[in-house]
């Protein structure tokens, strides 16, 4: 069943980064990104509030425990790197193609194998060497495929930018593992404080960064899309969540699983927004998706 749940929230998260490629097109991305902020630190606010009040009990599920400045700080650290990744991945994904972009951001559990490599000492293992030698394949035939269609990736700063975000956000799942497993903070605490932390980082920066400059860029519209950007993402990390209250649920596994992602949203790139050279970009996906079963296969 775990894995059921794991698979939604996958389609969820793909549909996110569709939602998210609409909203950004023709569309300022700073503000595009704050009300997302805003709008998923909504989502929990209500359990932070109610968990302080005793509408939520200590032994529930979804209470979220005071914590002390120590706790407060590793999560201020947290919203820091998740949301550089969110600005370097909103303002790529607003000027590449969909096609180009998800395959690319699968490859973070890949990231996060060589970040726990490094960083916990961990070894991998034949299957997990497979999937990362496959996931290179996979960038470099990638390349040629953005060739195709004038993206250059050595010099092409919106790739620049998806890799940065691809790598932040690998490095948010290491401190993830290091907050939860070493230090022990609650999962919902973590989730909760740093969305409104976020927010807060994110109202500054506007403020000071996109306010007094908004009438010489591109102007900024609402659409009706930007609020299911929160949605999805909120109800693909809930479901994630989910999945991980199950017995024997493995965290790897879901991890790699809500990679898949890529298929959706690569599909919406193809039907929706009419992207080019899919002939290409399908070999890499698939090489992609290898890579990501031969980690599984690694990692079960």
């Not at 916990?120 to 996931?135: P, R, S």
């Amino acid at each position: 069943m775990w894995i059921l749940f794991a698979l939604v929230s996958a389609c969820l998260l793909g549909l996110y980064d569709v939602f998210k490629k609409q909203s950004l097109k023709q569309n300022a991305v700073i503000p595009v990104l704050f009300l997302n902020c805003i709008i998923c630190s909504l989502f929990f606010l209500p359990m932070i509030i109610f968990s302080h009040t005793g509408g939520i009990p200590e032994g529930s599920s979804f209470h979220v425990p005071e914590g002390d400045l120590h706790w407060h700080i590793l999560v201020i650290i947290k919203a820091f790197i998740v949301l550089s990744s969110w600005i370097c991945g909103y303002f790529a994904i607003k000027h590449l193609p969909l096609t180009i972009v998800g395959p690319i951001n699968a490859t973070r559990p890949v990231m996060t194998l060589i970040g726990a490599l490094i960083i916990f000492g961990e070894k991998l293992n034949a299957w997990q060497w497979a999937g990362v030698t496959v996931a290179i394949i996979a960038y470099f035939l990638l390349r040629r495929s953005g060739r195709k269609e004038g993206i250059k990736f050595s010099s092409n700063h919106w790739i620049w930018l998806i890799i940065a975000a691809a790598v932040l956000g690998a490095l948010s799942g290491l401190y993830d593992k290091y907050l939860i497993a070493t230090v022990g903070i609650n999962r919902f605490f973590v989730q909760g404080w740093y969305n409104l932390y976020q927010s807060i980082i994110m109202g500054v920066i506007t403020l000071i960064l996109w306010m007094p400059m908004r009438k010489k860029t591109t102007p900024f519209t609402w659409k009706w899309t930007i609020p299911f950007i929160s949605i999805f993402l909120t109800a693909a990390d809930l479901a994630y969540l989910y999945a991980l209250t199950f017995p024997g649920a493995m965290i790897s596994v879901v991890s790699m699983v809500r990679r898949s992602s890529v298929i959706v949203s690569f599909t919406f790139g193809a039907l929706l927004f009419h992207e080019k050279n899919l002939k290409g970009k399908v070999v890499d996906l698939i090489l992609v998706i290898i890579s990501l079963v031969l980690l599984l296969i690694g990692t079960l």
